[in-house]
């Protein structure tokens, strides 16, 4: 049995291994092999082939035969039948269903089509089901832009104004590091194949250092675990600055030739004794003075950092602090040295063709942040905000699980004069309120192209075997839609390989995607040791005058959270929503296997906060705050330190024992840069409930 190749036929019982690639929201991005057997999927497992994959997944996609047959897949077009969010629907034909929702997309249109809105995030991290033939589609339609914040903005543009852009340190060179610093990163659940990585390094005698205000299963295997408070992450960076400063664990040669802002950075770091950060960030003085040793006087050391820390109010500026501290010590000389974030600055994605912006003319829709969708979705029409939002389409997104203060998000998609579209592969939360639920392919079922933001490998995925069912790919709804609506753009007639072509923009490049099914980008192996950062100075910028002339502070610094508790105060905890391990944001809840694992909606709490509230393990509590309220199950243990409580997630609302999620807690206040959302900002009371 062999991969399938480019000019492959198949006959009906071949047994074939077909090349494709994960879609889900990981910085792995692994490389999949599917065996398909008489035209169905008998076993997805990793792509020994691809280096950074190495033939392994984990536990979630390997899983992935069983979600894409789940009796509870989406096999044809619905209709609402009853109640909004009654999840009473009957089945339609297809043109049944495109033909009504073109002629209500059209009726709002003529009025002002900006009062319709798509919502859309990584359901699919792919170019092509993603937003190409979407993005194309609402552009000439002229609706509301969504501005694509509720996971990594923050980071992004914290990482695009010190590093220039999001790039980093490659990957595979973490396992050369002598010291690697996990930072805001579960990284055994989230990251499975950087784990290995330092695994590896560790065994080679590499110290890992993990900053976490939970203890996970990650801390559990380094040698140091660092439980800073929720929100304080750039006061430690500071204090480490300030450390690297006065015991001279400097490279002055590379401060001089390739940064830019010494001066202005060391007098704010100066600022940040470790005494000052060990009382902001509920840490011992000793834990950051050794953290600084260790970073300044060991080479090669590296920081994995993950997106998990710049979920508060100061987020963007933590970032830019955390990626200030290899240019302070010269890390990037060495290819073993340096940050990871993100990768994904280094594809040359060809987005505009994908996506056709142009197709905009000269309208400029307003653009609506799908972190605000609670607020956006009840506010009336007004001078400085337009239309009400009329009309919803949601595809690779379940906004009612996962955006904040979901209380608002219910509210809005109960309004009867809310016209819904719902692209999916199962009912979920928001498919339950829709007016009509389209049956979307999942990942083999269709062709895509596939970057990543944690290794430098382009991905092509083939589809494995046909739609099951009806399903129809996100590319052929939007086609679909787009001639009912009279769209004769040629653009429009465009197939899924053809987009995929359009997003590499080199055919000698996809033909070695078509053979291999995946491509390297030529990335220097230290790509900043003599400096070249993507900035308008080519320097690492300590100081950003786009910020400052944003009216922002140009220097990174600590901004407290929104919501800082006190023992003395109405909601005492701090609570954070960290992910499950077996589910992927709200992606594989509903996959048997999986929830069977994670068995319940839990909340941990530390000893000393359970037993204040008389709270024992396993019984229901109730969390709270001014936004809602959350029933699960207490799970008191060490993995919370006091005063900060975790609230287990994503679940569906509908597993929820009160018919709510975590995000019922979570508030829509935005970063301080990239307009990102504040999930792990929250202040919260428990108390045991019936």
């Known amino acids: ?16 291994l077909v090349r494709g690639a994960c879609p889900h929201d990981c910085p792995d991005t692994c490389a999949l092999l599917t065996t398909v057997q008489d035209g169905r999927a008998t076993k997805v497992q990793g792509n020994p082939a691809h280096r950074p994959t190495d033939g392994v997944l984990c536990t979630k996609v390997s899983r992935y035969a069983e979600r894409t047959y789940h009796p509870e897949r989406l096999l044809t077009p619905l209709k ?41 995030y990584a359901g699919t991290m792919g170019q092509v089901q993603g937003e190409a033939m979407a993005g194309r589609f609402f552009h000439q ?18 990482l695009t104004q010190t590093l220039g852009n999001k790039v980093g340190m490659k990957v595979e060179f973490f396992a050369e590091s002598r010291l690697i610093v996990i930072w805001g990163s579960n990284s055994i659940g989230s990251n499975v194949h950087f ?30 675990h660092l439980a800073l408070r929720p929100g304080t992450d750039a006061a430690l960076a500071l204090a480490l600055m300030h450390e690297l400063i006065v015991h001279d664990w400097l490279d002055h040669d590379y401060i001089a030739q390739h940064t830019l802002g010494w001066d202005a950075l060391r007098e704010r770091a100066l600022q940040w004794p470790p005494e000052r950060a060990a009382q902001v960030c509920g840490l011992e ?25 710049q979920r508060v109010r100061g987020g963007g500026n933590a970032v830019r602090a955390i990626a200030c501290l290899p240019a302070l010590t010269g890390a990037w000389r060495h290819r073993a040295g340096g940050v990871l974030l993100s990768s994904s600055g280094h594809f040359p994605v060809r987005r505009a063709a994908l996506q056709r912006p142009d197709l905009l003319g000269t309208r400029q829709p307003r653009t609506l942040n799908m972190s605000t969708i609670g607020d956006d979705l009840l506010r009336p029409a007004a001078p400085d905000f337009g239309p009400a939002i009329q009309a919803l389409v949601v595809y690779n997104s379940n906004p009612m699980a996962v955006a904040p203060q979901s209380g608002k998000v219910v509210q809005g998609f109960a309004r009867e004069d809310l016209f819904t579209v719902v692209l999916e592969h199962f009912q979920t939360d928001t498919a339950d309120y829709a007016d009509y639920i389209l049956p979307a392919t999942t990942q083999l079922e269709h062709w895509d192209i596939h970057t990543s933001y944690g290794h430098t490998d382009v991905l092509l995925n083939r589809p494995a075997i046909a739609p099951v069912g009806q399903a129809r790919t996100n590319t052929d709804i939007f086609r679909a839609l787009a001639a009912r609506m009279g769209f004769e753009e040629p653009c429009f007639a465009d197939d899924d390989l053809t987009l995929c072509r359009a997003a590499i923009g080199d055919e000698a490049d996809f033909a070695q995607l078509l053979e291999h099914g995946f491509a390297s980008l030529p990335v220097p192996d230290a790509p900043f040791a003599q400096g070249g950062f993507p900035t308008a100075s080519g320097r690492c910028e300590f100081f950003s005058a786009r910020l400052a002339a944003q009216g922002q502070d140009g220097l990174p610094d600590h901004l407290p959270n929104y919501e800082v508790p006190a023992a003395s105060d109405r909601y005492p905890l701090a609570m954070i929503s960290p992910p499950a391990r077996n589910f992927l944001n709200s992606t594989f809840v509903n996959v048997t296997s999986l929830r069977a694992v994670e068995v319940e909606p839990l909340l941990e709490i530390h000893a000393d906060d359970a037993q204040l509230r008389g709270i024992a393990h396993g019984d229901v509590v109730k969390i709270f705050n001014d936004r809602g309220e959350y029933h699960c199950k207490a799970h008191v243990s060490d993995r919370a330190r006091p005063g900060v409580v975790h609230g287990m997630g994503i679940w569906w609302r509908k597993f929820g024992l009160n018919g709510t999620n975590v995000n019922q807690l979570t508030s829509q206040h935005l970063t301080d840069m990239g307009r990102a959302p504040v999930f792990y900002d929250c202040a919260v009371q428990v108390a045991r409930w019936g």
């Not at 190749?5 to 198949?10: H, K, N, V």
């Not at 999840?87 to 009504?100: K, M, S």
């Not at 000793?286 to 820390?309: S, V």
């Open 195 to 224: 784990w290995r990585l330092a695994q590896e390094a560790k065994r080679q005698g590499a110290k890992l250092v993990c900053i976490d205000p939970r203890k996970t299963e990650t801390a559990d295997k380094c040698q140091v």
């Open 141 to 158: 339609l002229g609706a509301s832009l969504l501005d694509r914040t509720i996971c990594a903005s923050a980071g992004a543009e914290a």
């Open 80 to 120: 609402r039948s009853g109640p909004k969010g009654a999840g009473q629907f009957v089945p339609v034909t297809w043109d049944e269903a495109l033909d009504d929702i073109a002629g209500r997309l059209q009726a709002i249109a003529q009025v002002n089509p900006e009062a319709i809105l798509p919502y859309s």
């Open 285 to 309: 003085v000793a834990q950051i003075t050794d953290l600084a040793r260790d970073w300044g006087t060991t080479k090669p050391a590296a920081i994995r950092l993950n997106y998990g820390m």
């Open 1 to 16: 049995m062999t991969p399938l190749d480019a000019e492959t036929t198949l006959e009906p019982t071949d047994k074939v």
